[in-house]
């Protein structure tokens, strides 16, 4: 992958999350502490600034040094476990991955978010999005990259009705649902974003 592809992938990961900053904090303003939105785009917007020292890194490394200016950036629960997952793709992924490569690191790199934050899927996270895209990612097939968003979407859409297990929601216990997660919404986004840059190669 070279360098002008991971820069792209990282605008357009910045510009998807900077663009809906507003949205993410009113979703979690219903149900949490009302800051994603802003935590995620200063993290960004951090490695937006560095992106000419992050592409310069082989793939691997660039997924780390994205996961700890996230980890150092935005604040909550949401640094550590957005960190957690880029640096586990990092550790997972070769430096020219296959498929199949990335599909597995990304499984890899689930479990690192599970453990992070002690979660699983069904408890209203951003595991709800990541686990149902990775297992569509995993089966394959054509057009994944056009796939993979739709995927990503229903299932932020299916954090609506649940009801929050994990996470500040979970002390609203029954009053969390009706809401979207705002993590299930910011990984739909991201989703979303890497996708499109796949589409446009």
Excluded: W
């Amino acid at each position: 992958m070279d360098q002008d592809f991971k820069r792209r992938l990282i605008m357009a990961m910045a510009d998807a999350i900077i663009a809906h900053a507003e949205e993410l904090t009113a979703l979690d303003s219903a149900i949490g502490d009302g800051d994603h939105g802003l935590n995620m785009k200063r993290g960004f917007e951090a490695v937006l600034a560095d992106a000419d020292n992050i592409t310069a890194k082989p793939l691997p490394d660039a997924l780390k040094a994205i996961g700890m200016t996230l980890v150092m950036k935005v604040g909550g629960a949401s640094g550590p476990l957005y960190g957690t997952l880029a640096m586990g793709l990092g550790k997972a992924l070769p430096p020219e991955p296959s498929v199949a490569d990335a599909a597995a690191a990304l499984d890899r790199a689930i479990a690192d978010v599970k453990a992070r934050g002690k979660s699983e899927a069904g408890q209203k996270t951003m595991l709800d999005v990541l686990i149902p895209v990775q297992v569509a990612f995993a089966a394959g097939g054509e057009d994944l990259a056009t796939r993979l968003p739709a995927v990503a979407a229903e299932a932020a859409d299916a954090t609506v009705p649940m009801k929050a297990i994990r996470g500040r929601a979970s002390f609203l216990g029954e009053r969390s649902i009706g809401h979207m997660d705002p993590g299930a919404r910011s990984s739909s986004l991201l989703v979303q974003a890497i996708c499109s840059v796949f589409n446009e190669a």
